[in-house]
C-alpha cells in the first residue's frame, strides 16, 4: 500500500514569512511523528501525535513553531516568521498503534520535506 | 531509552556479508533494539527490531548477545544501494507494556559497499 507521504517536497522561502508542511500518514495509522533533521546532523525529535492529540511537544523548538493532526489522518507542520536556522528537512512518520504489552511500535517514515529560508 | 554506540564509518565490498555492531550496555529488560538506515537523501527506512532473540527478515538479520548489551546487524550480501547510514536504537516500553514516542536516533555508522 501507499507510505507516507509528504508536501510540498521542497519550499524555499523567505526569513519572517509563515510555511506549512503537510504530513499524509500511512491510512490507519494512529500515531504520527514530526522530526527536522539539519544539514549533516541526525534526526531530533519534534513532536507526536496519538490520534489527533499531541501527548508529546517536547521537541519544538519554539513557539513559532505548532503542529495540528486532523480526523487521525492529515498532519500539518506551521512554522511562522521563518529564521535561517529552521533550515532544514522535515521528516513525518506514522505507526499502526500504541503497543499493547509485548508488542511494538514501528514508524515508517515519508521522504521529508527540504524547507530552505533565504 | 539506553544510550547506543557504533563505529562512525565502516566498509564492505560488495557481494560480502556487512556486519554493522552496536553496544547498548546499559539496555533495560523491556527494552528492543530496532535498526533503521537512511539513504542519501532520503527518509529513514526500517530494517528489523528484536528484544532477545536472533531475528531475520528479508533485509537483514539481528545477532543480540545473550547478555543483550551488544548486537549486530548482518546484511548477508552487500549491494551498492546497501551504502548509507545505519542507526541502532534502543526503545522503551513504558510501564504497563505500551511503547509510544520519540526515537532518538545517534550519529550512525555509514556503511559504504564499494565495487
Known amino acids: 500500500g501507499a507510505g507516507v507521504s509528504q508536501s510540498p517536497s521542497n519550499k524555499v522561502t523567505e526569513k519572517g514569512k509563515d510555511v506549512e508542511l503537510r504530513c499524509d500518514p500511512i491510512?490507519?495509522?494512529?500515531?504520527l511523528y514530526w522530526y527536522r533533521q539539519r544539514l549533516g546532523q541526525g534526526l531530533e525529535f519534534l513532536i507526536y501525535?496519538?490520534?489527533?492529540?499531541?501527548?508529546?511537544k517536547s521537541g519544538l523548538p519554539s513557539d513559532r513553531f505548532s503542529a495540528e493532526r486532523t480526523g487521525e489522518s492529515v498532519s500539518t507542520l506551521t512554522i511562522q516568521r521563518t529564521q535561517q536556522e529552521d533550515s532544514a528537512v522535515y521528516l513525518c512518520?506514522?505507526?499502526?498503534?500504541?503497543?499493547?504489552?509485548?508488542?511494538?511500535?514501528?514508524?515508517?517514515f515519508g521522504p521529508g520535506t527540504r524547507l530552505t529560508v533565504l | 531509552d539506553a544510550k547506543t554506540t557504533q563505529p562512525p564509518s565502516m566498509d564492505c565490498a560488495e557481494g560480502r556479508a556487512a556486519n554493522l555492531p552496536c553496544n547498548h550496555s546499559?539496555?533495560?529488560?523491556?527494552?528492543?533494539v530496532y535498526w533503521y538506515r537512511q539513504i542519501h537523501s532520503q527518509g529513514p527506512q526500517y530494517i528489523i527490531h528484536?528484544?532477545?532473540n536472533n531475528e531475520t527478515n528479508e533485509m537483514a538479520s539481528l545477532i543480540i548477545t545473550e547478555d543483550r548489551k551488544s548486537s549486530t546487524l548482518i546484511l548477508p550480501h552487500a549491494t551498492l544501494r546497501d551504502t548509507a547510514v545505519y542507526y541502532c536504537?534502543?526503545?522503551?516500553?513504558?510501564?504497563?507494556?505500551?511503547?509510544?514516542?520519540?526515537?532518538?536516533f545517534g550519529q550512525g555508522t555509514i556503511l559504504t559497499v564499494h565495487p
Open positions: 546499559t539496555i533495560s529488560g523491556n527494552e528492543y
Open positions: 512518520a506514522s505507526s499502526l498503534y500504541l503497543s499493547t504489552s509485548g508488542g511494538t511500535d514501528t514508524q515508517y
Open positions: 536504537i534502543v526503545r522503551v516500553h513504558r510501564a504497563g507494556g505500551t511503547s509510544y514516542g520519540k526515537l532518538t
Open positions: 501525535f496519538q490520534g489527533n492529540s499531541a501527548p508529546d
Open positions: 528484536g528484544l532477545k
Open positions: 491510512s490507519g495509522h494512529t500515531a
